[in-house]
C-alpha cells in the first residue's frame, strides 16, 4: 500500500471520526431531548421504526473508521499485532449495527438485546485493547513524533472508558469524544504519510517486505 492509499484511508477514517462526534452531540443535545421512547427499551431513544435506518447509517460510520484503523495499522512497524485487535473490535461494532435491527421493539432486559448488547461491549473492549498495545508500542519505539505519538494511546485509553460509559446516560457524549480521538489518530496518520519522512519509511518498509 502506497502513501497515496494510507492517505485515503487515513481520510475515510477522520471522516468515520467526525460522523461519529456530530452522531453523539446530535443525540445527546436533540434526539434524546424530543425522544418519547423509555429508556428501557432497545431502541431507546430512537423509535423501533427509526432504529433500522439509523443503525445502518451508524453501520456506514464504523465501517469509514475500519478503514482509517487499516492505514493506522499500516503506519506501524511495532504495533501491528495491536492494531489488529482494534480493527477486529471495529468490525465486531459493524456487525452489532446490524444485529440490533430484529430487537428494535424489545426491552433492555430481553435476550436479544442483551445478547447484541454484549456483542457491543466485546467491540469496544477489544478495540480499547488493540489501541492501547498499539499505543503503547508507538511511543516505545520512536517512529512517530510530537503530538502524533500520543494520538493512538489517547484513543485507547478513552475507549477503554468507553467500557464504563456504555451502561449510563453518558454513553453519546462519551461517543462524542471517541469520536475526537478517532479524529486525532487519522489526522495523525494522515500527516504521517503526507510527511517527506513518511514517504521515506514507506519505501523502506516496501523493501524490507519484498
Same mark, same amino acid.
Given at each position: 500500500?502506497?502513501?497515496?492509499?494510507?492517505?485515503?484511508?487515513?481520510?475515510?477514517?477522520?471522516?468515520g471520526?467526525l460522523?461519529t462526534?456530530? =452522531?453523539?452531540?446530535?443525540?445527546e443535545?436533540?434526539?434524546?431531548?424530543?425522544?418519547d421512547? =423509555?429508556?428501557?427499551m432497545?431502541?431507546?431513544?430512537?423509535?423501533?421504526?427509526?432504529? /433500522?435506518?439509523?443503525?445502518?447509517?451508524?453501520?456506514?460510520m464504523?465501517?469509514?473508521?475500519?478503514? #482509517?484503523?487499516?492505514?493506522?495499522?499500516? +503506519?506501524?512497524?511495532?504495533?501491528?499485532?495491536?492494531?489488529?485487535?482494534?480493527?477486529?473490535?471495529?468490525?465486531?461494532?459493524?456487525?452489532? *449495527?446490524?444485529? +440490533?435491527?430484529?430487537?428494535?421493539?424489545?426491552?433492555?432486559?430481553e /435476550? #436479544?438485546?442483551?445478547v447484541?448488547?454484549?456483542?457491543?461491549?466485546?467491540?469496544?473492549a477489544?478495540?480499547?485493547i488493540?489501541?492501547?498495545?498499539?499505543g503503547?508500542?508507538?511511543?516505545?519505539? #520512536? *517512529?512517530?513524533?510530537?503530538?502524533?505519538r500520543?494520538a493512538?494511546?489517547?484513543?485507547?485509553?478513552?475507549?477503554?472508558?468507553?467500557?464504563?460509559?456504555?451502561? /449510563?446516560?453518558?454513553?453519546?457524549?462519551?461517543?462524542?469524544?471517541?469520536?475526537? /480521538?478517532?479524529?486525532?489518530?487519522?489526522?495523525?496518520?494522515?500527516?504521517?504519510?503526507?510527511?517527506?519522512?513518511? *514517504?521515506?519509511? *514507506?519505501?523502506?518498509?516496501?523493501?524490507?517486505?519484498?
Amino acid at each position: 500500500m502506497n502513501n497515496h492509499s494510507s492517505r485515503g484511508l487515513a481520510v475515510a477514517g477522520l471522516t468515520g471520526g467526525l460522523a461519529t462526534v456530530l =452522531s453523539g452531540v446530535v443525540i445527546e443535545a436533540v434526539v434524546k431531548p424530543a425522544s418519547d421512547v =423509555s429508556n428501557e427499551m432497545w431502541s431507546y431513544p430512537w423509535s423501533s421504526d427509526a432504529l /433500522t435506518p439509523v443503525s445502518i447509517v451508524f453501520a456506514g460510520m464504523h465501517l469509514l473508521v475500519l478503514l #482509517g484503523m487499516f492505514a493506522f495499522a499500516r +503506519s506501524l512497524r511495532r504495533g501491528r499485532a495491536g492494531a489488529r485487535l482494534a480493527l477486529v473490535g471495529t468490525f465486531l461494532l459493524f456487525l452489532a *449495527e446490524f444485529a +440490533s435491527i430484529p430487537f428494535a421493539d424489545q426491552r433492555m432486559d430481553e /435476550t #436479544g438485546p442483551q445478547v447484541v448488547g454484549g456483542l457491543f461491549g466485546l467491540g469496544v473492549a477489544v478495540t480499547a485493547i488493540g489501541l492501547l498495545v498499539a499505543g503503547v508500542a508507538v511511543l516505545r519505539s #520512536g *517512529e512517530w513524533h510530537g503530538w502524533q505519538r500520543y494520538a493512538p494511546v489517547g484513543a485507547g485509553v478513552w475507549s477503554l472508558f468507553m467500557i464504563g460509559l456504555s451502561f /449510563t446516560s453518558a454513553l453519546p457524549v462519551g461517543v462524542a469524544i471517541y469520536g475526537l /480521538t478517532l479524529c486525532a489518530l487519522y489526522l495523525a496518520v494522515y500527516t504521517l504519510h503526507a510527511s517527506p519522512a513518511g *514517504e521515506r519509511s *514507506e519505501r523502506l518498509r516496501a523493501r524490507i517486505e519484498q
